[in-house]
């Protein structure tokens, strides 16, 4: 499941940014290495005028060998005023050939945060999450794609209160991904997104105070897969 944000990029860009998530994606299922923000989240921000194109992932696998696994990835891309930008957003949960008394889980989870601004941004963004059960009929697996988009009149940068705030709901997650079984892990993330989307409507709400055009709204798009069922 992918979500689209304004006009699609001219169609000279296309190819370019579909090429670089492609390959961007194909590195990061090779490796078989979630893509991890550190203790504070990973804000970044981007020059004017540019484009770029990011993927978050969390890949999370349970097997006899590993039998709870949970990987939560979090990262926040202040793209600004630029001419485009692709985002890729991905949570992949698996568990394999685990037997019943194993009690087997898998758990994944990847908030992806993005603000840009200005007259001419153009996004191609994309959320997917995939869970599945390899010979392993009562593991319990999970995956969550969590993908927030602010896109402003004029490029908004975020405030260290709200980066601090974010950061705490990061290790939020991180606990709950940690000392949760899967099935109650829909709820604990749906509750801290709505506290991510408040943050970010804060922060549009601060830079229109000066301008007559109405606020923004947050767009959250989010993708469930495996337990709890999807909703």
């Not at 990973?42 to 770029?52: C, L, P």
């Not at 697996?141 to 974010?166: C, K, N, W």
Request: with cysteine.
């Amino acid at each position: 499941m992918s979500g689209s944000h304004r006009k699609p990029l001219p169609g000279h860009l296309v190819p370019l940014m579909r090429a670089g998530l492609v390959a961007t994606a194909a590195a990061v299922m090779v490796t078989g290495t979630p893509v991890l923000a550190s203790a504070a989240p990973n804000a970044r921000h981007t020059t004017a005028h540019a484009v770029s194109i990011d993927t978050t992932s969390a890949i999370s696998t349970a097997s006899p060998l590993h039998p709870r696994d949970f990987q939560v990835a979090f990262e926040i891309h202040q793209y600004g005023d630029q001419i485009g930008a692709g985002a890729d957003n991905r949570a992949l949960a698996s568990s394999r050939s685990c037997d019943g008394w194993q009690h087997c889980s898998s758990a994944a989870l990847s908030f992806q945060i993005i603000t840009m601004g200005g007259s001419h941004p153009k996004l191609h963004a994309g959320n997917v999450s995939k869970a599945s059960n390899n010979h392993c009929a009562a593991c319990e697996t999970f995956a969550g794609a969590y993908q927030f988009v602010l896109d402003t009149p004029r490029p908004v940068t975020l405030s260290p209160d709200a980066l601090r705030r974010l950061g705490q709901i990061e290790a939020d997650l991180r606990t709950a991904a940690r000392d949760q079984p899967p099935q109650r892990l829909k709820a604990v993330a749906d509750n801290l997104a709505e506290q991510v989307v408040v943050i970010l409507g804060e922060a549009s709400a601060a830079a229109s105070a000066d301008r007559a055009a109405p606020t923004p709204d947050v767009t959250l798009t989010r993708t469930i897969d495996g337990l709890p069922a999807s909703s």
